[in-house]
Nanobody, 115 residues
Framework: QVRLVESGGGLVQPGGSLRLSCVTSGINFKIHTLHWHRQTPGKQRELVATINSGGSTDYSASVKGRFTVSRDNARNTVFLQMNNLNTEDTAVYYC?????????WGRGTQVTVAS
């Protein structure tokens, strides 16, 4: 059974930082591309960051230079380091991977940026 479990969200002031984690199970983690998405009410889910099996990364324009995605293959975990947060980063953050013709999502973790 494939599972993805996000954690690390919370309330942070503008300019602050958070580090999200996504622990996976049921997959051969080291060969997978992992994605971070986010969603706010009334909006489509937005792709934020991607890391492939070789460690290459990609970011949306809205987070490039502020967010860093990384992975720890020994712990089957992908991370999202978020710096210099602003109110527009408020969202539920999800990790995702694709396996055997379908996407697998975690349940998400809430990030709220507010003073």
């Amino acid at each position: 059974q494939v599972r993805l479990v996000e954690s690390g969200g919370g309330l942070v002031q503008p300019g602050g930082s958070l580090r999200l984690s996504c622990v996976t199970s049921g997959i051969n983690f080291k060969i997978h591309t992992l994605h971070w998405h986010r969603q706010t009410p009334g909006k489509q889910r937005e792709l934020v960051a991607t890391i492939n099996s070789g460690g290459s990364t990609d970011y949306s324009a809205s987070v490039k230079g502020r967010f860093t995605v990384s992975r720890d293959n020994a712990r089957n975990t992908v991370f999202l380091q978020m710096n210099n947060l602003n109110t527009e980063d408020t969202a539920v953050y999800y990790c995702k991977t694709w396996w055997r013709d379908r996407d697998y999502w975690g349940r998400g973790t809430q990030v709220t940026v507010a003073s």
